[in-house]
């Protein structure tokens, strides 16, 4: 079974921070995803991955950052945390265009 | 501005009846669509699928119709089961693109 992991379940962060996500997928999928949920907007896309060190901007790329250097990691930075970020953060992996996705339990992050 | 809308936030079946979950689009360029189905702290998982050439896809108790001139689709569930209560989520792909476009959801509860 692919598996796709993020590092933490639940995190608590203060306004100012600079946050890290961190989301591996043991499947050797090219395309790694970042979404956001909240009630009543579903999940909306943040970035995607389609190879290392290759980014595309979602639909609310404002405010975050990524990176990939290896295949299997990809991580979601907030550069300076504020309190609208406090959402479910969920990272998704698949290994082609075709495919749907693999997601990972999420996280969920409250900024104070 | 939404390209994939669930209408309905929550609905409530009788266990053993049928649940229809609806799904509207906009883009009529979108080809390939999927459901998936979300228990609260658990990532999304994939539930079925569809392709723009068919109108109907059928595994075990679920079923989804795709109506392309009305840009709609439904999920149903028969018979449905307390087991099958969750948030489930419409998404749609456009041709070769990486990335899926998801709904706001709809939180099913079947009553037993």
């Known amino acids: 079974d692919v598996k796709v992991t993020q590092s933490s379940r639940y995190l608590v962060k203060r306004t100012g921070e600079k946050v890290f996500l961190e989301c591996v997928q043991d499947?050797?999928?090219?395309?790694m995803f970042w979404y956001r949920q909240d009630p009543g907007l579903g999940l909306r896309l943040i970035y995607f991955s389609y190879d290392v060190k290759m980014k595309e901007k979602g639909d609310i790329p404002e405010g975050y950052s990524v990176s990939r250097e290896k295949k299997e990691r990809f991580s979601l930075i907030l550069e300076s945390a504020s309190t609208n970020q406090t959402s479910m953060y969920l990272c998704?992996?698949?290994?082609?265009?075709?495919?749907?996705?693999?997601f990972g339990s999420g996280t969920r992050l409250t900024v104070v | 501005d939404q390209q994939v809308k669930q209408n309905s936030p929550s609905l409530s079946v009788q266990e053993g009846r049928i649940s229809i979950l609806n799904c509207d689009y906009t883009?009529?360029?979108?080809?390939?669509f999927l459901w998936y189905k979300k228990y609260p702290a658990e990532g999304p998982t994939f539930l079925i699928s569809i392709s723009s050439i068919k109108d109907k896809n059928e595994d075990g108790r679920f079923t989804v119709f795709l109506n392309k001139s009305a840009k709609h689709l439904s999920l149903h569930i028969v018979p449905s089961q307390p087991g099958d209560s969750a948030v489930y989520f419409c998404?749609?792909?456009?041709?070769?693109?990486?990335?899926?476009?998801f709904g706001s959801g709809t939180q099913l509860t079947v009553l037993p």
């Open positions: 998404a749609a792909k456009l041709g070769s693109a990486r990335q899926l476009t």
């Open positions: 499947m050797d999928h090219e395309n």
């Open positions: 998704a992996s698949s290994f082609s265009s075709g495919d749907g996705y693999t």
């Open positions: 883009n009529s360029m979108f080809d390939y």
